[in-house]
């Protein structure tokens, strides 16, 4: 008599299934699905994903970058790295471009990034691309508006969110129907939190740009978080650069990313790190986040990521 042994999958192994899963349904769903990817953390797990779903054949959609300018440059790196070695294809919209036809308008002084400029250049690069599905790093963990996002998020024809108007996901039964112009967000990681990204992390051995580990670095302290000195940042004439012992903990736009001080050089102390705060990174290292309580899920409603 044969009998059937129990299989107990970890944590980890779970969640990666879900997200393989996630992938697959995805890709037998869509026509031209895409994956926004900035070189973050969350973006490079969820590349490391794509590819397991599919190997041996090659991942069968291409990477976007939303690129702002202002971009840190060991991040840009990292990413022409990563592109190089996999062969994969990148496709970049440009918020530059929309600031030079016209169709954004970029405020300038202390304080200001270009942040929510991304939006104009996020729709922009789904409609030149045709993109009925674009995978996106968001958690729910991170904040409180990407709590509310489905797996599969339902976006208008104008990319809009409606966080009152979304499908019921029962039993991981996800629906992608659409008509011509709208198109759905998937969110492969919605159920990780951070210390299972970096766990896992450090599970897969996954390279990442060095501005995630502890290094010295020029930093300015403005509203209680500490901002990279790099050329894009305008201080103010008392805000005087010092070096300090500094990680990443996102990675964003850099006139708007703050560090934290750390010691942690490699995944092994990340994690611990990472297990011992109560503060989840968008909090604690994301100026624009800080606009107002209701910031992220506005921005959202408009098209943000």
């Known amino acids: 008599m044969t009998t ?5 999958l970890s944590h980890l192994d ?5 997200s393989v899963h996630i992938f697959r349904e995805v890709a037998a769903q869509f026509e031209r699905p895409g994956m926004l990817f900035s070189g973050g953390k969350d973006s490079v797990v969820m590349f490391h994903l794509a590819r397991k779903a599919f190997w041996p054949a090659p991942m069968p959609f291409p990477l976007m970058h939303v690129d702002t300018g202002h971009n840190f440059d060991e991040v840009i790196e990292y990413r022409d790295r990563v592109v190089a070695e996999t062969g994969v294809q990148l496709l970049v919209s440009h918020v530059q471009d929309d ?14 990034s270009r942040n929510r400029l991304q939006t104009a250049a996020l729709l922009r690069g789904i409609q030149e691309n045709r993109f009925d599905a674009v995978f996106g790093g968001a958690r729910r963990d ?20 409606d966080p009152r108007a979304q499908r019921p996901e029962l039993w991981k039964l996800y629906n992608g129907k659409h008509r011509k112009g709208e198109h759905i967000r998937v969110f492969p990681l919605s159920n990780w ?7 896992y992390i450090e599970r ?3 390279d990442l740009p060095p501005i995630y580990y502890a290094h010295e670095r020029e930093v300015i302290e403005r509203d209680g978080m500490l901002l990279a000195k790099t050329r894009f940042l305008e201080t103010l004439p008392h805000e ?8 990443f903990r996102t990675v964003g736009d850099a006139t708007c990313t703050g560090c934290v001080e750390s010691d ?17 990174e968008r909090g604690a290292t994301r100026a624009d986040d800080r606009i107002s309580e209701a910031g992220m899920e506005d921005r959202k409603k408009e098209g943000y990521f």
């Not at 991170?142 to 969110?161: N, P, Q």
């Not at 939190?193 to 766990?199: H, M, R, V």
């Not at 005087?240 to 990680?247: F, S």
């Not at 942690?264 to 989840?280: I, K, Q």
Request: net charge negative.
């Open 240 to 247: 005087e650069a010092r070096t300090e012992l500094v990680r």
């Open 14 to 18: 779970a969640l990666e299934a879900e």
């Open 204 to 206: 897969e051995d996954i």
């Open 142 to 161: 991170e904040e409180k508006a990407r709590a509310k996002e489905r797996v599969f998020s339902f976006r208008d024809a104008f990319g809009a969110w």
């Open 99 to 112: 600031i030079d036809a016209g169709r954004v308008v970029e405020e300038t002084g202390v304080g200001t």
């Open 264 to 280: 942690a050089t490699d995944n092994a102390a990340v994690v611990a790190e990472v297990a011992g705060t109560r503060v989840t």
């Open 193 to 199: 939190t951070e210390l299972d990204i970096w766990q």
């Open 4 to 8: 059937r042994s129990a299989v107990t």
